[in-house]
């Protein structure tokens, strides 16, 4: 049986968190968002609790493996920082630099890891060719967004920011692995 204590400390966190921020203009906002999240928490804690954790012999990591954590870190890491640019500053200003900060270089750390760390399988041509074709498909999506986006813009200018394209890319990165993910499984 597994210990409740971190659930239970979680929730007791998120409470403590809730009564100690300060309230938003219309007050019941403030209390529906933590109730949400609260209750996401609770699901997840139920759903995790009743999962069986793998043994350690049937655990596999490969290459398509490294290939998915890499690229889904970095794209992390990219939208983070697209955020990071897009967000206006906070009251103190360091607080955002500070939450931010810590967690994109977690997202590089831990690409960086699964970057280097070790694998016995070797690409073949099955693999190849799946990559292929997801880069096929997203350099179709990228092609189609931007004559979308000049279509759209040659009727309703607007001004692209480094936000917005660090947010696209780490999207277009996310295509790339849904459409590789695809194409693995489809054989």
Known sequence: MKSKWPYLF?????????????????VWLKLLI???????QVVVFVVL???????????????????????????????TKGIWILT?????????????????????????YFCFKKTKERPDERFWFNMAKAGA???????????????VTFFIPFTLTAGMVLIYTATMIFTFDLAFFYFEKQG
């Open 34 to 40: 933590f109730a949400l999240t609260i209750l996401v």
């Open 49 to 79: 609790s009743r999962i069986k954790p793998i043994p350690k012999e049937e655990r596999y990591f490969g290459l398509t493996e490294k290939l998915y954590t890499v690229t889904l870190f970095s794209a992390f890491a990219i939208y």
């Open 88 to 112: 206006p500053d906070t009251n103190p200003v360091w607080l955002k630099h500070l939450f931010l900060g810590i967690g994109l270089a977690t997202l590089t750390l831990l690409a960086l």
């Open 137 to 151: 498909v997203t350099l179709i999506m990228i092609l189609m967004s931007l004559l979308i986006v000049s279509a």
């Open 10 to 26: 979680t929730i007791i966190l998120m409470l403590g968190i809730c009564f100690l921020t300060p309230n938003s203009n219309p």
